[in-house]
């Protein structure tokens, strides 16, 4: 195993190239940047083409042309950025169009961005969000096959900590199913012959080849994202089975909150940890079954409350859920702040203990 | 009581304008009116329909109408769109000059009125709407023949204004085109202007 | 010469030899206003693509528009694209599929208002593509609004009483800052208000496509055209008023070409 040191951005762009990745764009914004400057560098030699955009506007547009033409393509930006490419990524989504967007994020704001999505229309994407960077490495090729199987924008939920940080890893290659061939793809070659090809949401199809129209077409794709949420939702959890205290967190936030549940674990309390790994599709199902039994379901993230709402959703006792993240910046405003700490996770962690519980479930005493 | 009419048209013909103009003389003449237009993007070619519904006190009616009393077809291309949506015995007044398809409305009563001809004859083609109107109101006495003329003249735009006096005319001979109040709309009967 | 006898009636009927609907049109029933020149100038692409042989290798992607029927209508492979972004999907196109003959549509509405930045963005990247604007001075498809085009005295909707410049500013001469990109290899405008201008933009268009299939650079031809509609005209004085009005402000010519 030859493991070199390698920067988050640099695994993830190994990683994508990889995966078949031929089209990158996008515009310089940290901690997203790093991931562009090792796409220019990269992937030109290996036949891809990779454009420095001069908007993120711009940016999705321009991979949306290339994931017509069935090239496997990329984009990304911060949270900040993939603001301006939410009218795309729907529209890649209605179009059933396959790309990966990185977001290489400042922090956790922008959870509801990624699983609610700012574009117009019924549509999802899907998105993982990896605690660390072999993590990243091994998402961000599972996410190109996601896109094309399921013919669908994704996201990597990154963050600065993944992007920036380097730790000794080899980018192995993973394997995926045979995926069927892409005969809707764009390439000119049934122009004139009839029955040429045709990518628009409202699905009309050409005189020769009428369409379902919009009505029909979006039926389907909100069938399809239906068959996603059921099929394909991911999760890790940690001593669960006897928890009566829960900690719910994802992303880089995880690792620290997995530090303090060992820790008190080995002083006898009996606390396990859940986190999404897929934050869209929601693994409500596993989340209600990490919630049973749980005295306290206590969420940590670095936002006002956001995962929050789909913990609320799932878990089995509502009144057991407690927020004890919150609002977490560094003054620079790129990065996450003092709450990505294991000692102010454990902190709060047993301050929410030594509250009384809302209601105790019979047969179980908190220790 | 209520009144319904569900107009339908091709995108020129002037059906927007026709039907707020019956909208707007309703006001004027003190009824509760709503008006529903349904259209697409595209000047001309696409669909465009309009649901009216005109009534003596607060309105019941919802927004999508399912059981309407009247109906007002300028081009029978969108047809199948409203006309499942009138009761049996509604009153009927059609374009013939392009409406030939059955109106398969069980018991309709049903006006044709060459209004395109019409319009044509009288050197302003792009009123066929107003002859269709005129003929629409004399039919049913929905409102007076003078509101829907005080109406047009508010509703034209500024860039149409030099066509106030072929409206009026293509509605007054649309007016002539039908026996007046053959199908009223109100129990008590109103005397058309 | 052959002189036909027409003191009787044929012995056979006569037949259609020559189609006149281009085989690259899958119907030639459009819902656009009668006077409309977007008909006219599409016809003249068509027939562009088939006699350079480019009909099985050509990608269209079209904006938001009346226009959008085109490619609604032809049998090329197509992609309907979000308003102003087509030079922008156009590139990642053309980088995918470097040999096929990569078309855009777009409307004035869709280029120069709302997609102003990819357009230019496109032409000084030097992308091989053809950009073509169809220019009537209105946002005809949403019932005849102002546009970055709209000339100095023109009524629309939203400025009935005629633009002004001290209300609405000037219109912009797109071509013309197409023109000024190192990576623009051809910039044209045209018109097809009268056959002379037709036969003129169709050559215009031409170049511009075997431009692109040389690899020179982006090619770009603006085609201005009519919209009776939109200006409040009656359908027959669509050609005079379009002289009158985008012509007299802008020109017409190439304004970049190779020597």
């Known amino acids: 195993m030859t493991r070199r040191l390698m920067q988050g951005s640099q695994a993830i762009a190994e990683a994508a190239i990889l995966s078949g990745c031929r089209f990158f764009t996008g515009y310089p914004m940290l901690p997203f940047t790093e991931l562009l400057e090792n796409m220019a560098r990269k992937l030109p030699a290996t036949g891809g083409v990779c454009i420095n955009a001069n908007s993120e506007i711009e940016a999705i547009n321009m991979a949306l042309g290339a994931a017509a033409t069935g090239a496997r393509a990329g ?66 090729q599972l996410l190109f096959d996601l896109a094309d199987r399921y013919r669908t924008p994704t996201i990597l939920y990154g963050d600065y900590v993944i992007a920036h940080s380097s730790v000794g890893i080899e980018v192995e290659r993973l394997d995926f199913d045979p995926l069927p061939a ?46 996603i949420a059921r099929v394909e939702p991911r999760f890790e959890a940690n001593r669960t089975e006897d928890a009566e205290i829960l900690v719910v967190s994802f992303g880089t936030t995880a690792i620290f909150v997995d530090r303090v549940v060992d820790e008190l674990r080995a002083e006898g309390v009996r606390i396990g ?84 519980p809302a209601a105790v479930p019979s047969g179980r005493t908190s220790s | 009581m209520e009144r319904e009419v569900m107009f339908t048209g091709v995108g020129g013909q002037g059906v927007q304008i026709a039907s707020k103009a019956l909208a707007t003389a309703a006001i004027v003449e003190g009824r509760q009116v709503l008006l529903v237009p349904r259209y697409g993007g595209g000047m001309r ?88 109107l005129g003929a629409f109101v004399a039919v049913t006495g929905l409102v007076a023949v003078d509101s829907v003329i005080e109406a047009m003249q508010q509703l034209v735009p ?28 109100w129990a008590e009967g109103a005397e058309i202007g | 010469m052959t002189t036909i006898d027409t003191t009787s009636v044929p012995d056979q009927p006569s037949r259609q030899v020559v189609g006149f609907k281009p085989d690259l049109l899958q119907s030639g029933d459009h819902e656009l206003c009668p006077g409309c020149g977007h008909p006219v100038a599409w016809r003249l692409v068509l027939d562009v693509i088939a006699e350079l042989e480019l009909s099985n290798r050509s990608i269209l992607i079209a904006g938001h528009g009346c226009y959008t029927q085109m490619m609604k209508l032809s049998d090329l492979d197509s992609l309907q694209c979000l308003h102003g972004r087509a030079p922008a999907v156009a590139t990642g196109v053309k980088r995918m599929v470097p040999d096929a003959a990569v078309f855009t549509l777009q409307g004035d509405g869709d280029m120069v208002s709302e997609g102003l930045h990819e357009v230019l963005h496109a032409a000084a990247r030097g992308e091989r593509v053809t950009a073509l604007l169809f220019n009537n001075g209105v946002f005809g498809d949403t019932g005849g609004h102002l546009t970055a085009t709209t000339v100095i005295g023109q009524r629309t909707k ?44 169709k050559r215009m268009i031409r170049r511009a496509v075997e431009l692109q299939m040389a690899g020179a650079g982006f090619t770009f031809v603006e085609v201005l055209t009519m919209c009776p509609t939109g200006w409040f005209v009656p359908t027959p004085a669509g050609p005079e008023y379009l002289e009158e009005s985008m012509m007299e402000t802008f020109g017409i010519g190439e304004l970049k070409a190779p020597e």
Not at chain 1, 101 to 130: E, S
Request: net charge negative.
């Open chain 3, 158 to 201: 939203t400025s009935l009483e005629g633009r002004e410049a001290e209300a609405h500013g000037y219109p912009i001469d797109v071509s013309r800052l197409i023109a000024q990109m190192e990576g623009t290899a051809y910039a044209a405008r045209g018109a097809v208000n009268t056959p002379g201008m037709v036969a003129r933009t």
């Open chain 1, 75 to 140: 984009t990304g930006s911060c949270g900040q950025g993939l603001a301006l490419m939410q009218e795309g990524i729907a529209e890649l989504a209605l179009n059933e169009l396959p790309l990966v967007v990185f977001n290489m994020a400042r922090g956790q704001q922008d959870y509801f961005q990624a699983t609610r999505g700012g574009g117009w229309g019924d549509y999802r994407t899907i998105t993982l969000a990896p605690k660390d960077v072999p993590e990243a490495v091994a998402h961000t």
């Open chain 1, 273 to 356: 940890s859940f986190r999404p790994i897929t934050l869209w599709p929601f693994p409500g199902e596993a989340l209600a079954e990490a919630t049973e039994g749980c005295a306290q379901v206590l969420v940590y993230e670095l936002n006002a409350g956001q995962m929050v709402d789909d913990v609320r959703m799932f878990a089995a006792d509502r009144s057991a859920i407690r927020s004890i993240g919150g609002v977490s910046q560094d003054n620079s405003g790129m990065r996450q702040g003092d709450l990505l700490n294991a000692e102010e996770v454990r902190t709060r962690v047993q301050h929410a203990m030594a509250q009384p």
């Open chain 2, 158 to 185: 500024s860039y149409r204004v030099q066509h106030v006096q072929a409206n009026e005319r293509a509605i007054r001979a649309g007016v002539a085109e039908v026996p007046a109040l053959a199908a009223p709309a």
């Open chain 2, 45 to 132: 070619g696409g669909m465009t329909n309009a649901e009216v519904t005109i009534g003596d006190g607060p309105l019941r009616a919802l927004p999508v109408a399912t059981a309407a009393w009247s109906a007002y077809a300028m081009d029978p291309s969108y047809w199948s769109t409203i006309q499942p949506n009138l009761r049996p015995g509604a009153v009927v007044v059609v374009n013939s000059s392009l409406f030939t398809v059955p109106v398969g409305v069980h018991d309709a009563s049903v006006f044709e009125v060459a209004a395109s001809d019409v319009a044509t004859d009288l050197g302003s083609p792009m009123s066929a709407g107003f002859v269709l």
């Open chain 1, 182 to 227: 892409k005969d809707w793809a764009l390439d000119g070659s049934m122009s004139g012959t009839g029955e040429a090809r045709q990518i628009w949401t409202w699905a009309r199809g050409k005189p020769n080849t009428p369409g379902p129209g919009p009505n029909r077409a979006w039926k389907t794709i909100a069938e399809k994202y239906e068959e």
